[in-house]
């Protein structure tokens, strides 16, 4: 069975500190990888997007893929209180047809950014 | 750019009675369109892949009579949840795609009285 999974959390960081959530994916033959950020009562929102080893920075935010350990990460730097959400790590491998892409979530992680 | 809009954002119904949510995919043409479920402290679940001008293909144990998706453009889903119960009630969003990457609706709180 082909799994995403995730550390649930809570994780609590001080404000301006780096964040770290962690994500570990079963099946080696994935090769798209989406951290998205949910606010409470909200629908996700997508933050980064990967698809080659290695790491890709956007703003804050730094993603990275290590295929061969099949594991993707992601770096928040200076954390803010507004950083407080679930994040969810979610994954393609299933070709759903039409030239579309299922996505498998994990159950996502609970980031406390404290003032 | 990616936005995707949900009408309603919630609503209340009377049990047995049929509620419609929309989903519209506003500055792209989704070739795909996906609707979840998710219940309070829960992950999301998917319900259905929708694709334009064909029949939506539904996850196990998603019953395809009682929720009805028609996906009549490429910027246009709709699902109905028929002969709703207080079961029923949940956060539904739906997501729209045109290559890798999903977009999401704000999502619809639907209460079933």
């Known amino acids: 069975q082909k799994e995403v999974e995730q550390n649930s959390g809570p994780l609590s960081v001080p404000e301006g500190a780096i964040a770290s959530l962690n994500c570990t994916y079963s099946?080696?033959?994935?090769?798209?990888f989406f951290w998205y950020r949910q606010y409470s009562g909200k629908s996700p929102e997508l933050i980064m997007s990967?698809?080659?080893?290695g790491d890709k920075e956007d703003g804050r935010f730094t993603a990275q893929l290590n295929k061969a350990s099949q594991y993707v990460s992601l770096l928040i730097r200076d954390s803010q209180p507004s950083d407080s959400a679930t994040y969810l790590c979610?994954?393609?491998?299933?070709?759903?047809?039409?030239?579309?892409?299922?996505?498998?979530f994990g159950k996502g992680t609970k980031l406390s950014v404290i003032p | 750019g990616a936005v995707v809009s949900q009408h309603p954002s919630w609503v209340i119904c009377k049990s047995g009675t049929s509620v419609k949510i929309e989903c519209r995919s506003l500055?792209?043409?989704?070739?795909?369109m996906f609707w979840y479920r998710q219940f309070p402290k829960q992950s999301l679940m998917l319900m259905a892949t929708?694709?334009?001008?064909?029949?939506?293909?539904?996850e196990q144990g998603v019953e395809k009579d009682k929720f009805l998706i028609n996906h009549a453009s490429l910027t246009l889903s709709t699902l109905t949840v028929t002969s709703a119960h207080p079961e029923d009630s949940s956060f539904y969003i739906c997501?729209?795609?045109?290559?890798?990457?999903?977009?999401f609706g704000p999502g619809t709180r639907l209460t079933v009285t």
């Open positions: 990967i698809y080659s080893n």
């Open positions: 979610a994954v393609i491998w299933a070709y759903s047809g039409a030239g579309s892409y299922q996505l498998t």
């Open positions: 500055d792209f043409q989704a070739t795909t």
């Open positions: 997501s729209a795609t045109d290559s890798y990457e999903q977009y």
């Open positions: 099946d080696r033959g994935s090769q798209s």
């Open positions: 929708s694709n334009e001008g064909s029949k939506a293909t539904y």
